[in-house]
């Protein structure tokens, strides 16, 4: 089992940055891939970014060039650095994890944290 924690979440003004952290803890804890995903007011939870214990990383194509995934794998936390923020960028994000192997273009997560709220003000 999996448990994962978001940090990092809030209110910024447009053009703004934020950084996100989400601590992954559990035994024998072995993750293979995190991703961070989010999910507007009536929209569908889309995929943000993604990156394997190998650093490999995907994003969605309309954030490349803002928003930076990365990872620590000796804390087993992973962090996304958000810049130039804009009003769209309003969600809650949430942290993923997989312990099995998954292509990093996965939707499919087995484990979820609860989420942090982001909200960018015009």
């Known amino acids: 089992q999996v448990q994962l924690v978001e940090s990092g979440g809030g209110l910024v003004q447009a053009g703004g940055s934020l950084r996100l952290s989400c601590a992954a803890s559990g035994r024998r804890l072995s993750i293979y891939l995190m991703g961070w995903f989010r999910q507007a007011p009536g929209k569908q939870r889309e995929l943000v970014a993604a990156i394997t214990s190998g650093g490999g990383t995907n994003y969605a194509d309309s954030l490349k060039g803002r928003f930076t995934i990365s990872r620590d794998n000796a804390k087993n936390t992973v962090y996304l650095q958000m810049n130039t923020l804009k009003p769209e960028d309003t969600a809650v994000y949430y942290c993923?994890?997989?312990?099995?192997?998954?292509?990093?273009?996965?939707?499919?997560?087995?484990?979820w944290g609860q989420g942090t709220q982001v909200t960018v003000s015009s």
């Open positions: 993923a994890a997989n312990t099995r192997w998954a292509t990093v273009s996965t939707r499919d997560y087995d484990y």
